[in-house]
């Protein structure tokens, strides 16, 4: 495959990329109703700063009207969310300039296969550590925002009782991520429900009842198997919960060897996205910049910054 050729090939392989990912990206930002957020951006450096005010705790009180003493202050507090930069990239992939000569194949097909793949597997990517990073900060919290059904296998109730954990504002968990073992067992329970509370199209759940979209990922964070028996995470997601901020700074490289039996050439290309989970601020001391895919999973490296749970990024069901 001629220079020439290979720019062809390159061309293709980032348009695919490009207008692959952005298809999946507004497709998923919908079904997710805004739980999981996709978006480009232009982020500088390790990390991303955003100042927010606080909300004032205790901020109506009850007056008396014939009373003549001093009140107590209260301040306007400023608080900083962070999210962090996290590297991706790919490794060398082999695409020898005579491999494609040989098998009389275009430049042009190539560039769209490894484009498409690597568009799925971005995608793929950034959502799972997405949710590493929202298990992480959100299980540091506990059982406030954490409901341990692991005595029995997922339903409807598991996730309702989850869901109360916000209260008055359960109706702003918006959407549930699982892993397909937990959703067959609620396809189970509610197949056998006399009282139908789901929709089922050619016996596929679509919602939890209450309008819930459920996301279906097999996800490694949504799978524990410390515990006997194994234990699935169930998350239920706010609007915003998850930021996922795709920096636009994509960057390949081609590579061309000499001195082996045949020619060789390689493709590699890198970029980064930010990551945030509402409610939390990356711990830039602790967990550090380029943070490895452990780091992202310390919960201890996510600091909460908010003051109710109900403004948290959302909960955790787990079960069997």
């Not at 290979?6 to 293709?12: G, K, L």
């Not at 060398?92 to 484009?115: C, F, K, L, T």
């Not at 759940?205 to 979209?213: E, I, K, L």
């Not at 490289?253 to 990356?282: D, M, P």
């Amino acid at each position: 495959m001629p220079l020439t050729q290979f720019q062809v090939f390159s061309q293709y392989a980032y348009t695919a990329f490009l207008e692959l990912l952005a298809q999946n990206v507004a497709l998923f930002n919908t079904a997710s109703r805004g739980g999981i957020v996709l978006r480009s951006a232009a982020n500088q450096g390790d990390f991303a700063d955003e100042v927010f005010y606080a909300r004032i705790a205790g901020l109506i009180r009850r007056r008396d009207a014939y009373g003549d003493t001093d009140v107590a202050e209260k301040d306007i507090e400023q608080l900083l969310k962070t999210t962090v930069k996290v590297a991706a990239g790919t490794p060398p992939v082999r695409i020898d300039p005579h491999m494609w000569q040989w098998i009389q194949r275009s430049p042009e097909e190539a560039g769209v296969v490894i484009g498409k793949q690597l568009a799925e597997e971005t995608m793929q990517d950034m959502l799972n550590t997405g949710i590493r990073a929202f298990v992480s900060a959100i299980s540091n919290v506990g059982a406030t925002v954490v409901y341990d059904a692991a005595a029995a296998t997922a339903n409807l109730r598991a996730l309702n009782k989850g869901a109360a954990l916000f209260g008055d504002r359960a109706q702003a968990i918006v959407a549930w991520v699982m892993h397909s073992k937990v959703l067959h067992d609620i396809f189970d329970t509610s197949l056998a429900n006399a009282e139908r509370l789901f929709q089922f199209g050619n016996v596929q759940v679509v919602s939890d009842g209450f309008g819930r979209p459920l996301i279906v990922t097999d996800c490694a964070d949504l799978f524990n198997a410390t515990p006997t028996p194994d234990e699935y995470r169930t998350l239920g997601l706010v609007p915003g919960a998850i930021l996922l901020e795709q920096n636009n700074d994509f960057l390949e490289n081609l590579e061309t060897k000499n001195g082996g039996e045949n020619i060789r050439r390689t493709w590699q290309a890198q970029w980064s996205y930010n990551l945030g989970v509402k409610g939390f601020s990356w711990d830039k001391a602790n967990g550090g910049a380029s943070p490895t895919n452990a780091a992202l999973a310390t919960g201890s490296n996510w600091d909460r910054n908010a003051t109710s749970v109900k403004d948290l990024a959302g909960v955790i069901v787990e079960t069997q």
